[in-house]
């Protein structure tokens, strides 16, 4: 009866078919049953894996609660539970059939104690061809559960990546009948000790606190997190790295909408909103963000990317970027995609050899080449910047000192270092005026074939490495090879 009566709810409750492998029922001590090789195939359908999977459930009470009124069962283990959700067609049916019956009068039970070990969520998408992703449960501990009120819980969940375990206390529930997935849930988690370096790129170590509340398919979740060794393989230098984020989970299947990311290290702020979702043109999740950073410092920036034991230069920045980041297996930089434009102002050189070089770029391109070095200003340094595969693309990039102006466009590779940039260099003075004695005197002949308007525009190169840049003159278009020598006092 006890057989006939489960199997009976069960292919009701979920609409599915229904195996058992064996089920077995013992009076002492107290009632004890156990089933084995549970699963239902949604619809009885074979062609999809099996709506759920239970290796082994075990029920255990007394015949005094099972009789009660309300039916008390002391307690419930579920090992190897696995649970595939397939997708819903929008406009469709739930995939649990709704009832209009009161569950908390029709079924009186009260469950004392629930618990899953190794448990398996996987939502199944509904392109076959985009990546399923299980929420693993290591731990669930559910207590006082009923259909009329929450129920408390406590559960251990394994985060892929970063590798670690995020610990949540809360309240589970009521049931909702009609929709599950807008069964309330309410809860505090810490997640300690994440390995950063699961992530191709990355390193640290990790810790984050904060809530969620809501339905399954809408959770808000607060929260924030420290890195106290956070860096990129592009420079190895940790850093202390603070977030504070609030975003809206669906834990249906994983998809995050980040409604604010504000992220600290040293003096900048870097604050970001986006996605991280299922999208058709790559296999697996891809995070979609808008990031900006106002009066932030371009030194903590250069600490965090390049490999140099101190930064070239210092100055606030102002950035503002679209970042894509699909998953796959490269590295994350080799895989991110960055898309935007900056600005960097206060300038000011930590090598007095790059200082001098502006120095007399100035001077020259007042006619006062004779004069020494005297901490000429850059003016602010504006570009527009893209990044695939490493390579980093600018266009735009303008600056200045007194005197003269240069505009850029070229290329940076982060991995080598390799720099190829061309562009012009505008000054108020001839070319003849940039040098003293008999140079001055012979360079008056080709001051007319530069000179346009009142200015001299030079044709200019950087090539080389970020740690060893060659400066020079292009003379001649890219596809010809330029004559040795050609190099820029």
């Known amino acids: 009866m006890v057989r006939s009566e489960t199997e009976a709810y069960l292919r009701l409750r979920f609409h599915s078919a229904l195996e058992f492998k064996d089920f077995e029922i013992s009076l002492r001590p107290g009632v004890h049953v156990v089933i084995t090789g549970v699963v239902l195939r949604h619809n009885g359908r074979t062609d999809i894996p099996p709506l759920i999977e239970i290796a082994k459930v075990s029920f255990y009470g007394n015949i005094s609660g099972l009789l009660a009124n309300k039916v008390t069962v002391s307690s419930v283990r579920l090992e190897g539970l696995q649970i595939r959700t397939p997708p819903r067609e929008t406009g469709g049916p739930p995939l649990i059939q709704g009832t209009d019956a009161n569950l908390a009068e029709k079924f009186p039970i009260v469950i004392g104690e629930m618990i899953a070990d190794d448990a398996v969520l996987v939502p199944l998408p509904k392109n076959p061809a985009l990546t399923a992703h ?20 406590h559960a251990i969940l394994t985060n892929p990546k970063p590798r670690g375990e995020i610990d949540c206390i809360g309240k589970f529930g009521p049931w909702d009948a009609e929709e599950p997935s807008l069964t309330p849930v309410e809860a505090k988690f810490d997640f300690e000790h994440a390995d950063l370096a699961t992530l191709k790129g990355l390193s640290g170590i990790l810790s984050s606190k904060g809530k969620f509340k809501g339905p399954l398919d809408y959770l808000e979740v607060e929260g924030e997190t420290d890195t106290p060794d956070f860096a990129l393989r592009t420079a190895s230098h940790p850093v202390p790295l603070h977030t504070v984020y609030s975003a809206f989970v669906d834990g249906t299947n994983g998809d995050v909408i980040l409604n604010k990311v504000t992220a600290t290290f040293l003096h900048t702020t870097i604050v970001t909103r986006g996605e991280v979702v299922d999208l ?24 965090l990317t390049v490999k140099t034991d101190k930064p070239v230069m210092t100055g606030y920045e102002r950035l503002k970027a679209k970042i894509l980041i699909p998953e796959r297996d490269e590295d994350l930089i080799d895989r991110m995609s960055l898309d935007g434009q900056f600005a960097i102002g206060d300038i000011q050189f930590t090598n007095n050899e790059i200082q001098d070089r502006i120095d007399t ?33 600018f266009s735009n990039l303008t600056f200045g000192v007194e005197g003269a102006s240069i505009a850029l466009a070229g290329t940076y590779n982060v991995n080598s270092g390799e720099l190829d940039f061309r562009g012009k260099l505008r000054m108020d003075a001839k070319i003849s005026q940039t040098v003293t004695g008999k140079k001055s005197f012979f360079l008056k002949a080709v001051d007319p074939f530069f000179r346009k308007n009142g200015v001299t525009e030079i044709p200019v190169k950087i090539t080389g490495t970020k740690d060893a840049p060659k400066y020079g003159l292009d003379l001649h278009d890219k596809a010809n090879k330029e004559p040795a020598g050609t190099t820029m006092k």
């Open 134 to 153: 299980p929420f693993y449960i290591r731990h669930l501990d559910m207590n006082n559960f009923r259909f009329d009120q929450p129920a408390d819980f």
């Open 280 to 303: 058709s043109t790559h296999k697996g999740r891809t995070i979609d963000l808008d990031a900006v950073s106002d009066k932030g410092r371009i030194e903590d920036l250069l600490r």
């Open 361 to 393: 770029l100035s001077n020259k391109a007042k006619g006062k080449p004779q004069l020494g070095a005297e901490g000429t200003q850059l003016s602010e340094l504006r570009g527009t910047f893209t990044m695939t595969h490493s390579d980093a693309k």
